[in-house]
């Protein structure tokens, strides 16, 4: 029994390192196409006052994340959709958030010169909130009308933990926040795609050392070979981004993964820097507001948030930021990997 349980593990891991390469090399392959394509439409960011002494001018070609998106949906539903359906949910909120995404960037693009640069707060966060509590739901509700997981959480050195329907707001919310962290990070070159990989890559290991999601380690490892060919147009100097279409589409998908592996409380570990990231805006933002409203005179903690701009501010370069960054990640994978083993 031992001896055909890990063959089929080894024959798992062989299709999902096979998909990872499949889609690291349709993006490569179809990613110049893309890049023409929007570059034909105009598909610009256009410059934005950052409310800072420094005007960020965009211009680089936007909406990237569809070259993702297309290989890891294709793949998915020829190779890794029959007799998994559970993976329907990841594939609907990564095009959901998709959708979004890109219709928020289409009102920040050069060519629409709309009076609000992409959609207003009010209306993109009540939408995100749709999808999260949707998602959040048909994960918990049983058979046939969702995938009926309970309220199951794996704890470091404890064990199996059931939180019961308690998980339909935890959900909903850590969708919600790794959506809108992965958007804020998006915003150095190479950085939201190589965080992003390394962080599919560690959920893809823990699921397949669990052994009883290897649907999801195939799904986590293909988006890690999307991710890599995207690289190949992202790295410095870009000659392209993902927007909001990309990074919003993969923060629903990253936190869709977790939920659904039951790893999800080491996804601030594993995302490290979509926290950090995060939390620098939150902040930012926070005692700007809370100072003007004291003392009158707002003041800011950082030169520009997020993280990543104050440091570009105070001296670094952008592929100083990236790789630092990567460093950081990688190194919170691994301690992520050691706790979900003693999970």
């Not at 297309?70 to 329907?88: A, C, E, K």
């Not at 794996?154 to 707001?169: A, K, R, S």
């Not at 850590?174 to 190479?190: L, M, P, Q, S, Y």
């Not at 927007?243 to 869709?256: E, H, N, R």
């Amino acid at each position: 029994m031992q001896e055909a349980l890990r063959a089929l593990l080894i024959q798992d891991m062989a299709r999902g390192l096979l998909l990872a390469a499949a889609a690291a090399l349709i993006v490569l392959v179809t990613g110049g196409g893309w890049i023409a394509l929007l570059k034909r439409a105009n598909i610009r960011k256009r410059a934005r006052n950052e409310g800072s002494d420094t005007m960020v001018s965009y211009g680089q070609i936007t909406m990237g994340g569809i070259m993702i998106i297309v290989p890891v949906v294709v793949l998915t539903i020829v190779f890794n959709l029959i007799d998994r359906w559970s993976m329907l949910l990841p594939l609907s909120v990564m095009l959901g958030y998709g959708i979004l995404g890109a219709v928020d960037d289409y009102y920040s693009l050069d060519v629409v010169q709309s009076k609000t640069y992409g959609l207003t707060e009010r209306v993109k966060g009540a939408l995100q909130w749709l999808i999260a509590v949707m998602a959040s739901v048909i994960l918990y509700l049983p058979a046939p009308y969702g995938l009926g997981h309970s309220g199951m959480v794996f704890v470091p050195f404890i064990g199996p933990l059931d939180v019961g329907i308690y998980v339909i707001p935890i959900a909903a919310c850590i969708i919600w926040v790794t959506v809108n962290a992965v958007n804020i990070t998006d915003g150095v070159d190479g950085l939201s795609g190589w965080t992003l990989m390394v962080a599919f890559g560690a959920y893809g290991v823990i699921a397949f050392l669990n052994g009883d999601f290897t649907n999801l380690m195939a799904l986590c490892f293909t988006l890690v070979g999307a991710c890599a060919g995207y690289l190949w147009y992202n790295a410095h100097p870009a000659t392209v981004i993902m927007g909001d279409l990309g990074s919003m589409a993969f923060g629903g998908v990253l936190a869709i993964v977790a939920l659904q592996s039951q790893q999800w409380l080491l996804l601030p570990i594993i995302g490290i820097i979509f926290v950090v990231e995060g939390l620098s805006s939150f902040i930012q933002i926070g005692y700007f507001k809370y100072t003007r409203r004291v003392t009158g005179t707002p003041v800011r903690l950082l030169k520009m948030a997020p993280l990543h701009h104050h440091l570009r501010m105070s001296g670094w370069s952008n592929p100083q930021i990236t790789q630092r960054f990567v460093v950081i990640t990688m190194a919170s994978a691994m301690v992520a990997i050691a706790l979900a083993m003693r999970a």
